[in-house]
């Protein structure tokens, strides 16, 4: 059988060449296509936009946050006034603590005495007429400085014994008036009299000169004639008495005056400080509920428990809470955002996935930093974005969340270059 070889096949260049060359047209529309997808990423990455989002956690407030009431002292609770889930006004007793005085006769008493406040402070100085029979404890000692000076002014008071003595004196002083008026009638009638002596006296003079009556009878009519001058003297000294009489009885009356005065005084300055006394008291023993709202027990309540001061007793929840949410920006993101910027909010304790989000705004943003360059913004809600209509979102104070804050929207040429100048910045 014959042998077969094969020979190896040799190219010349040439036909080398030939095979590997690459055809003009396509490096000619390959070099265009290159250059025009990389135009359509630059183009495209010049109009495609979208925002920064600045990460921050958040914590849910209220503007009428539900209310805490504290134990004041240490002590007793001896009565419970409210239970729980129970609707109370502001202002409304929720308990006692112990206490020697009883705290209806306190308040009573506290609530006339700030009436009386009232009265005097429109200038109805009038008689008063105070509580008796009360047991107020504590306050007894001041209560007792109190009543007496309530006693010295209700002697300044209608039918009072300084206005009785006012009213005398004024009788006194209106009566020396009618008496001096009446001591300058007769002064007036004593100096006609006076003058008529005078004139006759004159006439006697001359007849005496003459010679034509005798010494007996000049020495009579003058006689007369100084004796019509006695009375002008008495008058004259009757009007000085009257006059020292009524300066005496005016000073004495301005005495009395000022004595009144002095003990209204007394009075409103006692009034004041067991105003003073009893509102501490009620303070300090009485618990009332700060806001109207649904009350709650703060832990286990009950009446003769013992509690601790500063010990939470009650909570009152307003009802009508309005949340918002409290974050803190750092410096180095506060250039990014602004007033007015859309913010998304992740509940810790309902995950998005499952409850959703709620949906925000930035409304306030605080001008001077906090501490550390941080600065707090608030977020108010706009919409809860609920995924299911069974399983909302339910709000309470102090929750936290994580916020996304979506800041104003770049470009991705812009982002790049960004990051170019900051790479050769750094570099």
Known sequence: MPEIRLQPQVNSEEVHEIITAVPSWILKWGITLVFAILGSIILLSAFINYPDVVKTSLKINCLNAPKTVLAKQTGKLTALLVSEGHNVKSGQALAYLESTANAKDVLRLNQELKKVQLRISRRQFEAILLPEGLNIGEMQGSYQNFYGQYLQYQATTKNGYYLKRMAFLEKDLRDIKALNSQIVKQQKIQQLEYKNQEEEYGAYKKL?????ISRSEFA??????LASKYPLQQSETAILNNSGTYSAKEKELLDL??????????FVQALNQCI???DTWIMQHILFAPVDGKVSFAGIVQQDQNIQAGQEIFIINPGNTDFFGEIQIPQYNMGKIKKGARTLVKMHSYPYEQYGIIKGRLTYISDVAFRDSVFVAKVSFEHFENKDPDRKIVLKNGMQADAEIITEESSLLQRFFRNITKMLNNG
């Open 257 to 266: 005056r000022h004595t009144i005065s002095e003990e209204q005084a007394k």
């Open 276 to 278: 003073t006394e009893s």
């Open 220 to 225: 009579q009519q003058e006689n007369k004639y």
């Open 208 to 212: 005496y000169k003459n010679k034509v």
